[in-house]
């Protein structure tokens, strides 16, 4: 039920018939009793700066924000939080009484929290890290991993200058390694992420062999369509603990949420066979 007084947010995305987040925050809003509405608006990269400018005259409680406006949605910001300052992109904003426009990036929170709902215990600390790719995502990644304590990250990218790029803003503890010398760099990590689109539904595998890889490493793809990519079965396979990306998009979304509808939403089995079925319906993508 939506009522004259709902609060509204939405996601803005150039399509924005791609996203998920109508379908899983209107779940959360249905689940919970609010009163209020999530939407799709699909705005055009010339019109953003309008867009961004009239959402607080629009009486909105805030938006996401996807591709391919993440970077460029920084500018018009009255207020970043460090991780979006950071990763360099924006994918929540949070509109304050008097209108101000608080942008932060979830991507590092929704991945971090997601390992840790799939494996008891996780710990950054445990040993180094290895980040398969340099992208957006990798940079989120890799911000949470330090945020978090890793001792080491060891990056490798088919594009060597975009590795080099993102150590030399993260600075310590990024080490980046050749795209041909990914598979020994495995050996003593405590944790693997594929960040590339290698896995996902229509793109080849990410070629990678384990055998160099700890038995207790925990691998995770941050590809959630498939849901069991080629890297998480042959991890399975051996005895790693593996976990998809599906958790990383479903927590992500939760500091939003909380921010505009004043409650923490669960990530429940449930909420991931719903989101699921949504994602088999339409071809579904990564974190
Ligand atoms: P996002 O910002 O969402 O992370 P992106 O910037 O397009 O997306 O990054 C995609 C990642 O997948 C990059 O690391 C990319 O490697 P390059 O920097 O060399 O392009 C990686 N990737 C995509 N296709 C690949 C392929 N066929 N082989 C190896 N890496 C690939």
């Known amino acids: 039920m939506i009522s004259g007084k709902a609060r509204v947010a939405g996601v803005i995305g150039w399509p924005a018939s791609h996203s998920a987040s109508p379908f899983l925050h209107n779940y959360w809003l249905e689940q919970y009793g609010i009163d209020g509405a999530y939407v799709p608006l699909a705005v055009a990269p010339e019109n953003l700066d309008a867009a961004l400018r009239g959402l607080a005259g629009l009486g909105l409680a805030g938006v996401n924000v996807t591709v391919p406006h993440k970077e460029s949605a920084l500018a018009a910001m009255d207020q970043i939080d460090s991780a979006a300052q950071r990763i360099g992109a924006v994918n929540t904003i949070v509109i304050s009484e008097t209108g101000a426009l608080t942008g932060s990036n979830t991507d590092g929170f929704g991945f971090v929290e997601n390992l840790r709902a799939g494996v008891t215990g996780w710990n950054a600390g445990e040993g180094p890290a290895v980040v398969i790719g340099a992208g957006g995502a990798a940079r989120a ?11 080491g990250i060891r990056i490798a990218n088919r594009t060597r200058a975009r590795a080099d790029a993102l150590a030399d803003a993260l600075g310590n503890p990024l080490n980046v390694v050749g795209w041909d010398e990914r598979d020994s760099a495995l050996d003593g990590a405590a944790l693997v992420v594929n ?93």
């Open 141 to 151: 990644v890799c911000a949470a991993l330090i945020d978090e304590g890793v001792p």
């Open 195 to 287: 960040t590339t689109t290698l896995g996902m539904t229509g793109a080849p595998p990410l070629d990678l062999a384990l055998d160099a890889l700890p038995a207790t490493a925990v691998v995770n793809d941050i590809v959630y369509a498939p849901l069991e990519t080629p890297l998480l079965g042959a991890a399975r396979a051996r005895g790693n603990p593996a976990v998809d990306g599906l958790g990383m998009l479903l927590h992500q979304a939760r500091p939003g949420f909380k921010a505009w509808f004043g409650h923490d939403p669960e990530v429940t089995g449930a909420l991931r066979d719903h989101v699921l079925a949504d994602l088999e319906r339409r071809a579904g993508g990564r974190g």
